[in-house]
């Protein structure tokens, strides 16, 4: 059984860092595709970060610069690193996987963590 947990969230202050992470586990084989989304109260889910088997990354125009995704195969873990957070970041964030290419938006992606909340106060 595939499954995704997130871990990492918390309350920060605007300019602060955290690093969001998740285990995946029961896949036969590593997902091609893997992803940060966020979603805020009232607000459509987001595609904030995507990272290919590749190697190929893809940030959202609101976090360039400032968040960094990045995979441990061999630990089977995804990780998102976000700096210089701004309240706007506020939302729960979410992992997702998909075994083949999904490039862009939330769609082909079969497989959802339960989410870890992130606030960032001004």
């Known amino acids: 059984q595939v499954q995704l947990v997130e871990s990492g969230g918390g309350s920060v202050q605007a300019g602060g860092s955290l690093r969001l992470s998740c285990a995946a586990s029961g896949f036969t084989a590593s997902p091609w595709s893997m992803a940060w989304f966020r979603q805020a109260p009232g607000k459509e889910r987001e595609g904030v970060a995507y990272?290919?088997?590749?190697?190929?990354?893809y940030y959202a125009d609101s976090v360039k610069g400032r968040f960094t995704i990045s995979r441990d195969n061999a630990k089977n873990m995804l990780y998102v690193q976000m700096n210089s957070l701004k309240p706007e970041d506020t939302a729960m964030y979410y992992c997702?996987?998909?075994?083949?290419?999904?490039?862009?938006?939330?769609?082909?992606?079969?497989?959802w963590g339960q989410g870890t909340q992130v606030t960032v106060s001004s």
């Open positions: 990272h290919y088997l590749g190697g190929n990354t």
């Open positions: 997702a996987a998909a075994q083949g290419i999904v490039r862009g938006g939330s769609s082909g992606f079969g497989y």
